[in-house]
């Protein structure tokens, strides 16, 4: 038990040291000061004003931010947290100097190198993920700069989305908030008010994007703020996989996140969009940790076009996230395949909202659970089928895995159908690993440890096949490294 | 009255004073609205009169062998009742009369049932008659006890404690029927107590008029070993909502809830259950069924909880929804809340229509589409029917069932 434990501080250490400098090691081309803490109109404008915005996107800041002032913090996701105050925080914080970071991996913290080689990161994303100042890293950037041009032969635009509000204005603002409208919700606003990046992807018709999009390779765009906004267009016939975050362990110091991801498909489109979340999740004492309030919505806007979200939420003290689907189209599809692990203090409320709207519109719900410790988790999703969606079809599965007594597992389904022609369904289950499981492989020689992470493997299985391949192979080794010290 | 009664009565007023109804804004009443109910009945709702009262002999259930006590408008009626000699049966507004602190132990029941929303509240507030039936231990009564709630319209406030001792064992056929003279509004709140090894076979049955309002909660309370059974039927009435509150308090408890609603027209029902594992080793079994024709919404919300310490919990719920009509729509929220991992939980819930397989093998044995359409409708809501151990009372819902449907008339050769 002592040993599991250590290796329970191992890890946090190790996350405590992780991208201490995460938001170093990249050319950045805005000089600015850090903005005192505290949330007004002159806090928006000046945001607008360093990012160099045009007048329309400083107004539309402004509407957000009048309107998040009259709205009050939800609280009915199943999560406990001591009140936040806004206005202690500070809403722009210019990017971190590298000359502070490790000079080689010599120099990093070997503990966080053993989390790196268990996850089998390579080498070279080692030393960007651990910080190492960018000329001993320069190769990634030509590896960048090759993607980079491989992107624009195809017409791709693929970049922060700022450097998208300066050079494609028009797209920006004819997609910005359509999906994700500036008042939407109360972290939403917020987010519409002040963020300060995130990334901007278009693709244009019948193109296939030419490779998975993904943060490894946004060598601009590595600052990942605490209000991130990303806008991802998938024009007709087009196809892109996006995939967001990196099983590392990533330490910030900003402890609220409220980022907004806005996905369009167009007519024939389809997107994916993978995520793996493993920001700090405070301490065995649920001490400290990120609090992560997304916003994520997809619209099929065409006919037939297709969206799929796909996540694995090990990290975040609180997570409070629901990607959802508006099936707009007719024939459209949705999806969401996501595993969460909730483990010590870490809270997780998350789920899925498929709203049907168009004909023969179709979405399938896998929601695996893992809750070991002292972790709470809800799924909460909602499926809408509206009157006019003929033939609609939903299927659902939410199965939770309960490690511990003093684990929860909660599930809030919530279903609206006012259409005769609809097929729904809805499965969940919630038990614990079988103990006849256990004593099965463990009769094979087998570790209790190494059987509870394959049955847990196993159980996750549905959602880690649709990951791409490298992140499943990572989410995989992510899962075990994450129930270290769990069991027992 | 005594100065406890006042004190409840008063404050439960005060409550729903300030309080008011639930409304849409309130997560558990999402879906349910009250708001209209001043514009039907008057502003003055609570205290609506009612009409010419109905008498019992129109709405027994044919070949039910079984006491009776009737309680028309609110009042218990002993003139038309047949009360068991083995249990005690007193009437709520006996026991305001003589014995307050009865009452007042009747009211306040063991849960903040008095306070839990503002229609609670009301009834708290302005019962003034109900029953209070005690079964001591080890009594098993010869036939089952049909409580046949009559109205004609007007506000009925019934408030009903039954306590089931040791070993012993009742079932009770709460039925609610009346005339449609006027509109009105049924506020019932039933709260049962099961001690060790009770049990109670419950069937409520709510046919009301088109014009009535049915506003109904039962809470169970129960405790090692006992054993509780619901049948909970909706076909009557405007808008139907009920709170199902069963708390299994001890080892060993047992509860199956099983409900069907058969919906035509414009009627809304709305079921919310809470199943309350508070205990190791128990059960519990849900499954609820709708059929929902015309412009007709039904809800359903049923909640699973699992406290901590309360290991080996076997809980299933199933909510199966039949649509019949494009204007119908359902909601459905089966919800898991879990606080320990050494349970057996799982939900399902579906929506659809009528299998075209299924169908289609009926058509080529000879059945017409609407013949086939039928055996199919039958065959979804009786599965639950097949539940209930009372051949009387099944067949008496049979037939109201799928009268309320069209064309359903055909069936009448294969029904029980």
């Known amino acids: ?60 800041r402004l509407e957000a931010f009048r309107h998040w002032q009259t709205m009050t913090e939800p609280h009915w996701a199943h999560v406990s947290y001591p009140p936040i105050d806004y206005q202690a925080v500070s809403y722009y914080s210019a990017p971190k ?37 960018v000329d001993a890293v320069f190769d990634s950037v030509s590896v960048a700069t090759t993607f980079k041009g491989k992107l624009k032969d195809a017409g791709v ?14 797209l920006v603002q004819k997609y910005l908030g359509t999906v994700v409208p500036a008042g939407d919700n109360y972290f939403a606003a917020l987010n519409s008010a002040v963020f300060t990046d995130g990334s901007f992807v278009y693709i244009p018709k019948g193109v296939r994007c030419p490779m998975e999009l993904s943060t490894y390779f946004r060598i601009n765009a590595m600052n990942t703020g605490q209000f991130e906004r990303t806008l991802i267009i998938a024009d007709e016939r087009s196809y892109v996989s996006y995939l967001e975050g990196c099983t590392a362990p990533q330490r910030d110091e900003n402890q609220l996140h409220a980022a907004v991801v806005e996905l369009v498909a167009m007519d024939d489109a389809q997107i994916k969009y993978s995520t793996v979340q493993n920001w700090y999740p405070g301490d065995e004492n649920g001490i400290g940790g990120i609090y992560n309030f997304v916003t994520k919505r997809a619209d099929c806007r065409g006919h037939r076009a297709k969206v799929s979200w796909t996540q694995v939420e090990t990290g975040s003290a609180i997570t409070w996230k629901y990607p959802s689907c508006v099936l707009r189209g007719d024939h459209s599809v949705g999806e969401f395949y996501s595993v969460a692990l909730t483990k010590m203090c870490q809270q997780a409320d998350t789920g899925t909202k498929m709203i049907h709207i168009g004909k023969n519109t179709r979405s399938t719900i896998v929601s695996k659970g893992i809750s070991a410790g002292r972790g709470n988790q809800s799924y909460r999703g909602l499926v809408k089928i509206g009157k006019d969606a003929d033939n609609a079809r939903n299927y659902t599965q939410c199965d939770s895995l ?20 609809a097929t729904m369904e ?12 256990l004593f099965y492989c463990q009769s094979r020689g087998i570790s209790e440890e190494d059987a509870v992470n394959m049955i847990v493997n196993g159980f996750c299985k549905d959602v880690f096949n649709e990951l791409p391949m490298e992140f499943a192979v990572e989410a995989n080794r992510l899962m075990e490294v994450s129930l270290e010290g769990a069991v027992g | 009255m005594s100065n406890a009664l006042n004190h409840i009565r008063e404050s439960a007023w005060r409550t729903f004073e300030v309080d008011g109804l639930p409304s849409s804004r309130d997560e558990d009443w999402k879906y349910t609205d009250l708001s209209r109910i001043a514009a039907v009945l008057g502003e003055s709702w609570w205290s609506a009169e009612a009409g010419e009262a109905v008498s019992a002999d129109d709405y027994l259930i044919p070949d039910l062998n079984a006491y009776r006590l009737v309680i028309s408008n609110g009042v218990v009626d002993l003139a038309a009742s047949e009360i068991p000699d083995a249990i005690t049966i007193t009437p709520l507004a006996a026991l305001l009369q003589d014995d307050p602190d009865a009452a007042v132990e009747l009211m306040l ?40 709630h009559l109205s004609s319209g007007g506000a009925a406030h019934i408030r009903t404690g039954i306590t089931i001792g040791n070993h012993a064992e009742l079932e009770i056929i709460e039925h609610f029927a009346g005339s449609d003279s006027a509109a009105g509004v049924t506020n019932s709140l039933t709260a049962i107590r099961l001690a060790a090894g009770a049990k109670c076979e419950h069937y409520r049955l709510q046919l009301e008029s088109g014009k009535q309002w049915h506003l109904g909660r ?26 199902v ?31 309350a594992h508070e205990a190791p080793h128990c059960r519990s079994r849900e499954n609820y069924r709708t059929v929902l024709d015309g412009r007709s919404h039904a809800v359903f919300n049923g909640k699973v909880v699992v406290a901590k310490g309360a290991i080996k919990t076997d809980s299933a719920q199933s909510n199966a929804n039949l649509l019949l009509s494009n204007r119908a729509e359902i909601d459905t929220k089966p919800e898991l809340e879990i606080y320990n991992d050494d349970v057996k939980c799982a939900h399902g819930a579906t929506v659809g229509q009528l299998d075209k397989n299924q169908l289609f093998y009926l058509k080529s044995r000879g059945l017409s589409e609407e013949e086939a359409k039928q055996l199919l409708t039958f065959a979804f809501a009786d599965e639950l029917l097949a539940k209930m151990k009372s051949r009387a009372v099944r067949r008496y819902i049979e037939r109201a069932a799928f009268a309320k449907l069209p064309n359903l008339s055909g069936l009448e050769g294969i029904l029980v």
């Open chain 1, 402 to 421: 309960l490690i511990g007594d003093k684990s929860g597992a909660h599930t809030f389904p919530y279903v609206e159908v006012k259409n005769a022609t």
């Open chain 1, 157 to 170: 635009i693929f970049c922060p989305i700022s450097e998208a509000v300066r050079d494609y204005p028009e």
């Open chain 1, 426 to 437: 809805h499965e969940a289950t919630t038990s614990k690993i079988g103990e006849d499981q």
């Open chain 2, 109 to 148: 029941d063991d849960s903040d049932a008095p306070f839990a929303s503002g229609v609670t509240a009301l009834n708290s507030a302005r019962a003034s008659d109900g029953y209070c039936i005690c079964v001591a231990s080890n009594v098993k009564l010869d036939r089952p006890l049909h409580i046949l």
């Open chain 1, 97 to 133: 100097s590298m000359k502070d970071g490790p000079k080689s991996l010599d120099e990093v913290d070997p503990k966080l190198l053993e989390t790196y080689a268990k996850l089998g990161i390579p080498l070279r994303e080692q030393e960007w993920l651990a910080g190492v100042a």
């Open chain 2, 218 to 243: 039962v809470e169970v309370n129960q405790k090692a070993d006992s054993s509780y059974t619901l049948h909970a039927v909706e076909l009557g009435s405007a808008l139907s909502r009920v709170d």
């Open chain 1, 1 to 60: 038990m002592s040993e599991v434990k250590n290796k329970e501080k191992v890890e946090i250490s190790a996350q405590e040291h992780a991208s201490r400098e995460y938001e170093a090691g990249f050319v950045s081309d805005i000089e600015a000061d850090t903005l005192p803490p505290g949330l007004n109109e002159d806090v928006v404008r000046h945001i607008s004003a360093m990012k160099e915005e045009p007048e329309w996107l400083l107004n539309w």
């Open chain 2, 245 to 275: 509150v069963d708390d299994l308090n001890e080892p060993g408890a047992e509860s199956e809830l099983n409900g069907l609603f058969v919906l035509s027209g414009r009627q809304h029902v709305d079921h919310h259950t809470r199943v």
